[in-house]
């Protein structure tokens, strides 16, 4: 099954000071298991209810300005926190969210079991037919992320990212998320493989991807993140 993951909450705003440091280690901003902390979701993310929830943690740089600004590789460095969420006030969104675990991003890859509906995003057309969202890219952006591949795009005012990995001939979907806006998110962990349509789409979005080149890390210790840059 799926995971949902909520993901409009910024934790730089309980460090931020601390998050712009050159390097912090990641301990000093990673939100601890047993603690409780205030969080709050944007109107992309109104269908939040009570209940155990699942909520992205990316370094204050992805979080402030994407992972494919500068460093995709800080998708390495990225968490899922898993807790409860127990409401505070419902018109602004605001919650007190009880850490119960946390775990690297890509460990979670490993934790979804096979899906066969796709977790992709297909729009209803006129005539009775759908279309796929990244069929109608414009630019999109690319990186190896270890043994990943990490693509970002936008299709009307509906941005795009997606974290795929190659079995063999298949392609297979681990992350995938469509951020409508000014509606709502929808961000899954899963393990879809791509349909023989889905895959020749993929396959020449990767093909005129733009590179993303990124060096930021090298020698940076794995328990540590690199501050934030931000304009």
């Not at 807790?83 to 675990?101: C, H, M, R």
Request: charge should be negative.
């Amino acid at each position: 099954m799926s995971i949902v993951l909520l993901q409009t909450m910024e934790w730089s705003k309980l460090s931020w000071n601390q998050s712009f440091e050159k390097v912090i280690p990641i301990d000093l901003l990673l939100p601890k298991t047993g603690s409780v902390y205030s969080v709050n979701f944007s109107k992309n993310e109104d269908f939040v209810e009570k209940g155990t929830a699942f909520i992205l943690w990316t370094p204050p740089h992805s979080e402030l300005n994407g992972w494919d600004d500068k460093r995709p590789t800080e998708i390495l460095r990225s968490y899922v926190l898993k807790g409860f969420l127990k409401p505070v006030d419902n018109t602004a969104l605001t919650y007190d969210f009880k850490v119960e675990s946390r775990a690297k991003l890509i460990d979670y890859f490993e934790l979804a079991d096979e899906e066969y509906e796709s977790p992709l995003s297909y729009i209803g057309q006129p005539d009775g037919t759908s279309r796929m969202q990244w069929k109608d890219t414009g630019k999109v952006l690319m990186s190896k992320v270890g043994d990943y591949i990490y693509l970002s795009g936008s299709e009307c005012e509906t941005s795009l990212e997606i974290i795929l990995s190659r079995e063999a001939e298949k392609i297979c979907v681990h992350y995938s998320a469509t951020l409508h806006l000014p509606t709502f998110y929808d961000t899954k962990i899963t393990k879809y493989y791509l349909s023989n349509f889905e895959q020749d789409i993929f396959e020449h979005l990767i093909s005129k991807a733009v590179l993303i080149e990124d060096n930021s890390y090298k020698g940076v210790l794995e328990s540590q993140v690199l501050g934030a840059e931000y304009w």
